[in-house]
T-cell receptor, first 116, second 116 residues
């Protein structure tokens, strides 16, 4: 079975541009969450979606937005890019909506975004 | 607020030696604790988790961790390091999100280096 897939794997943008990152969850998984991992730090939670509805939002500016489609895939959008947005963006999927504290997350390999 | 602190950004061991990666948590409620591993150019993979019950938790690849409430610690150990264990290790604590789900908060990570 395919794992969590993310596209593209690498992306280079300039300040002020907009970017869209894509994630396909494991088949049967209904929840997708997004994380930002800056070099040398742990992942930071951005969003969680379950059944196309937002279930959680981290401490990120409104330039960050996301959505989930009927097939449970998801997009993360970042507007007005800043140099500080350069990071590895990870997507994780899970079976349910994360309401169980021990629900297992399955991570993709990420999209490396560089903002110049 | 729940948080974790990983002591030591880098840990270096010889192949066959004991691995000890340290994690201390801060939580106002009973914590739910996790260890994840990240191999180069890959996403995170769950090693083990503690929610309730037995305080000594066994995970994949021979790793285990012990929840010690009195010390607010959840250190990760492995009796004998293997070259393939070289990776980045993240400790995480789950916190409830506004939408009713649970979201992991990650530490900064510890890079495990294994020498032949």
């Amino acid at each position: 079975d395919a794992g969590v897939t993310q596209s593209p794997t690498h992306l280079i943008k300039t300040r002020g541009q907009q970017v869209t990152l894509r994630c396909s969850p494991i088949s049967g998984h209904k929840s997708v969450s997004w994380y930002q991992q800056v070099l040398g730090q742990g992942p930071q939670f951005i969003f969680q979606y379950y059944e196309k509805e937002e279930r959680g939002r981290g401490n990120f500016p409104d330039r960050f937005s996301a959505r989930q489609f009927p097939n449970y895939s998801s997009e993360l959008n970042v507007n007005a890019l800043l140099l500080g947005d350069s990071a590895l963006y990870l997507c994780a999927s899970s079976l349910g909506g994360g309401v169980a504290v021990n629900e297992k997350l399955f991570f993709g390999s990420g999209t490396q975004l560089s903002v110049l | 607020a729940q948080s974790v602190t990983q002591l030591g950004s880098h840990v270096s061991v010889s192949e066959g030696a004991l691995v000890l990666l340290r994690c201390n948590y801060s939580s106002s409620v009973p914590p739910y604790l996790f260890w994840y591993v990240q191999y180069p150019n890959q996403g995170l993979q769950l090693l083990l988790k503690y929610t309730t019950g037995a305080t000594l938790v066994k995970g994949i690849n021979g790793f285990e961790a012990e929840f010690k409430k009195s010390e607010t610690s959840f250190h990760l150990t492995k009796p004998s390091a293997h070259m393939s264990d070289a990776a980045e290790y993240f400790c995480a604590v789950s916190r409830p999100a506004s939408g009713g789900s649970y979201i992991p908060t990650f530490g900064r990570g510890t890079s495990l280096i294994v020498h032949p």
